[in-house]
């Protein structure tokens, strides 16, 4: 997801002499977004794209923190449901009440989006298993889309060892993580635990 045209402060785009690692071509575009995030400070997003077949990798940088943190939002009305959400490539987001975990792994983006955007994310990934148990996966969706309208009270956890990813409400519980419990954050693809 590109983030919000509201955020951003200034475009550069170039062109780097590295190889596509989908299918070769070289060079790659390069687009380094400065933005101006709200509580945060400066962030700098960074995009790698090939022209030929599509490959894209992005990743956010926050220049103002770099300690392992964990932020917690309890969501309790719909207005907490458009609370922004900076998640760089090291960020872990967990929502215990719904089942979700979203984890770092090959397949995971940056993003700077709302709570709704990342339950309409994990809304996207349910329905693509729809035929593996049509009722289970039904009933979840079913439990998301309450969710996203407020009508469910729910906690989202964001933790990141390198300090890149942020929950921007002044209701958020900012915490720091030992070095062991950063050390704990897993790495892998989206997960769901069994609803
Ligand atoms: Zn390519």
Request: glycine share 8%; charged share 35%; proline share 6%.
């Amino acid at each position: 997801m590109e983030p919000e045209s509201s955020l951003i402060k200034s475009v550069t785009e170039t062109k780097v002499e590295q190889e596509c690692p989908a299918c070769g071509h070289r060079p790659l575009e390069s687009i380094m977004a400065v933005l101006e995030i709200p509580m945060l400070g400066e962030g700098l997003e960074t995009t790698l794209k090939c022209p030929v077949c599509g490959f894209k990798r992005a990743d956010i940088i926050l220049t103002e923190q770099s300690e392992p943190v964990r932020y917690t939002l309890e969501v309790e009305s719909e207005e907490d449901v458009d609370t922004r959400v900076v998640r760089s490539t090291s960020g872990t987001i967990r929502i215990p009440e719904l089942g979700i975990t979203i984890e770092p792994g090959p397949a995971s983006e940056s993003f700077v989006s709302n709570i709704e955007g990342i339950l309409m994310r994990v809304r996207d990934v349910l329905q693509g298993l729809e035929y593996e148990d049509e009722e289970m996966v039904r009933k979840r969706i079913d439990r998301i889309d309450e969710a996203r309208k407020g009508s469910v009270r729910f906690t989202v956890i964001l933790e990141d060892p390198y300090g890149n990813s942020a929950i921007l409400s002044e209701k958020a519980k900012i915490e720091g993580l030992s070095q062991e419990e950063a050390k704990k954050l897993r790495k892998g693809e989206m997960e769901m635990e069994p609803g």
